[in-house]
């Protein structure tokens, strides 16, 4: 294991944020990393654990350490008369667990499509889209307690996952190293295609015969469409959180603003699309030097170039000011700050 002094994290944040870690290694074995770890308590260290990088926003350096997890492996453990059990390592790319599943035909993840990241942090924030989140086909995660090297399961419950939550966010924040997450896969697809443009596209594509490898196709086709993509734009998807209303709270904002789009979700709580508060309160295409908005997607933060972490931070808190200004709505970061 090779530890780098002072190393560049450019290239291991879809923000393109030009940060450093202090020291930075990759870790590829489960002991490696418990080396690591060993090594960091005897510097009394801070640990910070990367996988893509595709939703943190480094505001400074790290004056500590940072360990790239890349433990590798797919492997199915388990099947019974409906489902498959399929384990994946934290280290593997959450769109090429996807294709490797469609390829077999485990049916639930395909909603999921093209979601940049690892599988370790997808569990993270249940990591959702087009209907889907991960608590979904969750069955549970193997991770390690950095303070005694402990390794712990995990079942659902015990994840407490929520709307782009869970315990690892809360109250376990920084206290784990998530090494693998099996997920309980369908061997009878129960199709979703009622999200969002799926149906539309799966016309446009002409699919006569409903199959997870097209609806994968069609969420690929619709996000590439969508989403403004890293490799070309700095971004780390979704900025904020879409705000959950009480129905009563909801009902007075309504009345001022009767445009206002909404999501039911039961007879109490009410989702508002966080783009659209935001687009009303003219920032959509914003831009003051390379930190903006994006021009389509106002969700989006971007880095257009050379912008630091501060300024796109910066920004978010100018959006949460107005938003709460013009509706009273409090918007919550999605990304996470560091
Ligand atoms: C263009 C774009 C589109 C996106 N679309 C979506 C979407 O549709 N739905 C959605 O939910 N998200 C979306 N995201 C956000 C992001 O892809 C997910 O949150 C993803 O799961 C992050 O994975 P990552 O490996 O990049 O995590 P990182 O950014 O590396 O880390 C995220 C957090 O998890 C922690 N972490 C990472 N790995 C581990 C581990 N093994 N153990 C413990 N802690 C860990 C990190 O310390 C950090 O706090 C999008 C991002 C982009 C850039």
Known sequence: MRILQNASLKQYNTFGINATAKQFA??????????????????????????????????????GFVL????????????????????????????WFVMHCIKHNYAGLENLSLIPGNVGASPMQNIGAYGAEIKDVFESLEALNVKDNTVHTFS?????????????????????????????????????????????????MNVSELSIRAIAQAVINIRSSKLPNPAEIGNAGSFFKNPVLLQKQFQLLLKKHPGMPHYTIDETHVKIPAAWLIEQCGWKGYRKGDAGVHIHQPLVLVNHGNASGIEIYQLSEQILKSVKQEFGIVLEREVNII
Do not use: M, Q
Request: aromatic share 12%.
């Open 156 to 204: 659902a419950n015990d994840c407490a996952f929520g709307y782009r939550e869970s315990v690892f966010k809360t109250k376990y924040k920084d206290r784990f190293v998530i090494l693998n997450v099996i997920f309980r896969l369908n061997k009878i697809p129960a199709f979703n295609t009622a999200y969002g443009a799926i149906e539309h596209e799966l016309e446009k």
């Open 26 to 63: 990759a870790f590829s074995t489960i002991d490696d990393l418990k080396e690591l770890l060993e090594h960091i308590h005897k510097k009394k260290s801070t640990l910070l654990i990367l996988g893509g990088g595709s939703n943190i926003l480094f505001t400074k350096d790290v004056d």
């Open 68 to 95: 790239k997890n890349e433990l590798k492996g797919i492997e199915l453990v388990k099947e019974d008369t409906n489902h498959f059990y399929v384990k994946a390592a934290a280290g593997e790319n959450w769109h």
